[in-house]
Structures are given as C-alpha cells and as structure tokens.
C-alpha cells in the first residue's frame, strides 16, 4: 500500500472529516476521496462508510490507521538516523505554546537553538480549553501544554508526552492587601474575596473549585480573563485576588504584587511537551525538546536556589 495514502487515512481518523484532510494536506476533497478509494482497492476491505454527508471510519480503517501511525514513525525513525550520521539538525520545527511558558521558555530555548543554523524553529501563541491541546498536535509539531495534577485530557491518545517542569500557582494579591504579610494563606482565608478567574473549561478552575470545598463558601468571580497579563493588572489594581503562575508573575512591574503559597491545595500545574509519534522521532524536533528541558529545568533551579 502506498505510504501517502496511508497519511491520508491516518489523517481522516484525527480529524474527522474529509475536507478537514484536505485542506490540511493542500488538496481538494474529492482528490483526497479519490486516494482513499485507491487505498480501499488495496487494502481489499471497505476502509470507510458513510454517515451522513460526511466518511468515518470501518473497523478495518481505524485498524489501518493505527497501522500507519507505525509506518510513519519507522520512516521519521530511519530518517533521523541518517540525519544524525550526517551530524545535520536541519528542517522546520512548528510549536504552539500557551503564552505563560513561551514567555517563561522560548526566548531562551531560541537563542540556545542559534548555532543550528538549518533548524528554523516557528512558534505562535493560544491559550485553548484543556480539552483542546491534543487536537493542536495534529497541525504543530510539538504543543505546550499545561494541566493540574489527576487531569490528563492527552491520555490515551497514542501521543507522546515529555514532561517539562511543574510550576508552583500561588494567590496573587495587591500589596497593601490584608493578607499581604502573611507567609501563605489558607482556603478559608481567601474563600471569600472577589476574584479574577480564568474562563470555564481552563485548567485553573479545579483549583478553585478545591479552594470552596476547603473554604466553607462560594468563590465570588467578578472578571474572566485568558491573559495573566490582564489577570496581574487587576490584582496591582485592587479589584481582586487570582492564581498566578509563580515563575512568571510580575508584569514587570515589582513592588505592586505579592504571591502567597496556597495551603492545604494542590496548587501547582505540569508543563508538558506533546507530540505525535512520528514527529517525535524527528533530529530536528528532538533537538527542540532536548532545549525546552534544558530550559526548563535552569528556570526552576533560578526559583528554587
């Protein structure tokens, strides 16, 4: 069977959908329909049906599928042995990360990856759903991704995951605030303030929702906000409390605000890079991961000496 079929229908059980497949792979749907029943012929067993307008997967398609997750990763595998005999890091490596860790991470991470001069390494920023960061894997090389501990929305996906660092999610506060010169604070003492949260569906939430259980008491949300920037700008402004990541609070502004250690919660959330198998195997993209741990690891050793 031909291996750029197989892709294709690797692709359509990722995303669902042929015209999904095709303008992922630069191709109009009938063309991408077309390879599929290429590949039915081959293959000698019905790989689709239909559902609706639309194609899903046979048993025997889901099973093809997986198969070709192998071959890809064998390819990238050999390729990357070829690579390294060679001693070249070439190519293009995509990487989206959530704002927090590429402004904590990916200066530095670049400027170590400089002296590649082949490796162009293309970054963008989101902030997505917890829900959401596996499926970025299907269009970027590798994701960074974050969640609180006992949530892993990436499980059993047949990604691979490299775990980068755990930061520690203090309660960020106004320094003339009553609880400012305590040396941490509990769930009932903050479980009554007005707070700035994140959106529904981000992985802070269940850090709250733990602080409530603890505290007696409902957490009063008076703002929602994707962006810590905006979150530390109403905390230095006196409007509320939040969770902060520890290493990069601050908003450049010292003196204005002050974190707190959350007692009694698991405040903390894990930092990870996700991949597709194949891409993993990549020279390239393993030299960008083996940058972000390095990276990671000097940025909490900073915080901890």
């Not at 398609?61 to 890091?89: C, I, K, M, P, Y």
């Not at 997505?128 to 991704?145: G, K, M, R, Y």
């Not at 305590?182 to 994140?198: K, P």
């Not at 920037?229 to 609070?249: H, K, Q």
Request: hydrophobic share 45%; aromatic share 4%; glycine share 8%.
């Amino acid at each position: 069977m031909d291996v750029q079929r197989l892709e294709l229908l690797r692709e359509l059980a990722e995303r669902h959908s042929v015209t999904a497949v095709a303008r992922a792979t630069h191709r109009t749907p009938s063309a991408v329909s077309q390879q599929l029943k290429v590949l039915e012929r081959e293959a000698g067993l019905p790989l689709t049906e239909r559902s609706g307008r639309g194609l899903v997967l046979t048993d025997a398609g889901r099973a093809l599928a997986r198969s070709a997750t192998d071959v890809a990763v064998a390819l990238e595998r050999a390729t990357a042995v070829w690579d390294e005999f060679r001693n070249r890091v070439t190519g293009d490596v995509s990487l989206v990360t959530f704002p927090t860790a590429g402004q904590m991470l990916l200066p530095g991470v670049l400027q170590q990856l400089a002296e590649h001069a082949g490796l162009v390494v293309k970054c963008t920023d989101m902030d997505p759903e917890l829900s959401d960061f596996p499926a970025l894997t299907s269009d970027f090389d590798i994701v960074l991704a974050h969640s609180m501990r006992g949530q892993v929305p990436w499980g059993g996906r047949g990604l691979t995951v490299v775990p980068l660092m755990t930061e520690p999610l203090d309660v960020g506060l106004p320094t003339n605030h009553r609880l400012a010169s305590r040396a941490s604070v509990g769930a009932a003492d903050v479980v009554g303030e007005t707070w700035i949260g994140v959106p529904d569906g981000y992985p802070f939430e269940r850090i709250v929702h733990e602080i409530e259980q603890q505290g007696g008491g409902r957490v009063h949300v008076s703002q929602r906000f994707a962006d810590m920037r905006l979150v530390e700008a109403f905390i230095m402004a006196g409007l509320g409390i939040a969770l902060v990541p520890r290493y990069t609070s601050g908003g450049g502004q010292p003196g204005r605000l002050v974190l707190k250690p959350l007692r009694g919660v698991d405040a903390e959330r894990q930092i990870v890079a996700l991949m597709r198998p194949d891409r993993a195997e990549r020279l390239a993209v393993r030299t960008v991961i083996d940058a972000l741990r390095t990276r990671a690891a000097r940025v909490q050793a900073e915080h901890t000496s």
